[in-house]
């Protein structure tokens, strides 16, 4: 079974400087998906940036991107020039690319809880 | 851009009670899945539907727990009897029918508290 380990349970950045949010995971497959979502106080689950893993380049989405390193099964999250607006609980999530329709679900990790300060 | 639904945002109910969650996923996707979140703690699969029928589900999705797709729109949880510790957030989510570049897109939630 695929296990997702986010050892940071708290972070801390100020407004406008850089975070790393880091996470591991453990699996036998070769070819799967990883996920960044966010959830803020309203507790909605916000995709943030995903990554493919037969794919070598980092994933990028505007102020966010990943450093995806697949030997290390590494999976972190920077969020730059941080804003208020960035607090929020951070998961990871691991999801298989196997087909026949199952193993499509998300194992998460515990979440990283960033608070932004101004 | 379309999004996924869930009703009602809280329910309150009495243990031993039956609780029946809703959701409408995003039209077009084929894939839909339950999740729930007990306070303070990770996100937890449930179960995923596939062409009418449970594709997988956890150790947690025990005879308590049912799900259904009544109609085109509709995707519901019930949960018959409900239990102290079923108190949790319960999110729904669907994905689309391209297996190899699918992300699952969660709905707001709905918060289940059972006194």
């Known amino acids: 079974a695929q296990t997702v380990t986010q050892s940071q349970p708290e972070m801390s950045v100020q407004e406008a400087e850089t975070v790393t949010l880091s996470c591991t995971y453990d699996?036998?497959?070769?070819?799967?998906?990883l996920f960044w979502y966010k959830q803020p106080p309203s507790r909605q689950m916000i995709l943030v940036i995903r990554?493919?893993?037969?794919?070598?380049q980092n994933a990028t989405e505007n102020r966010f991107s990943v450093n995806f390193q697949k030997a290390a099964k590494s999976f972190s999250l920077k969020i730059s020039d941080s804003q208020l607006g960035d607090a929020a609980m951070y998961f990871c999530a691991y999801r298989s690319a196997s087909s026949g329709g199952s193993n499509y679900k998300l194992t998460f990790g515990k979440g990283t809880l960033l608070t932004v300060n101004p | 851009e379309p999004e996924v639904t869930q009703t009602p945002s809280h329910q309150v109910t009495q243990m031993g009670q039956e609780v029946i969650l809703r959701c409408v996923p995003i039209s077009n996707h084929l894939y839909f899945y339950w999740y729930r979140q007990i306070l303070g703690q990770k996100v937890e699969f449930l179960v995923s539907?596939?062409?009418?029928?449970?594709?997988?589900k956890s150790e947690i999705f025990d005879d308590q727990f049912s799900v259904e797709r009544p109609d085109g729109s509709n995707f519901t949880l019930k949960i018959r009897s409900t239990k102290l510790e079923d108190s949790a957030m319960y999110f729904c989510?669907?994905?689309?029918?391209?297996?190899?570049?699918?992300?699952?897109?969660f709905g707001p939630g709905t918060r289940l508290t059972v006194l």
């Open positions: 989510a669907s994905s689309g029918w391209r297996e190899r570049s699918d992300t699952q897109y």
């Open positions: 699996t036998s497959e070769s070819d799967y998906y």
């Open positions: 539907f596939y062409n009418n029928e449970i594709s997988e």
């Open positions: 990554q493919e893993a037969y794919k070598q």
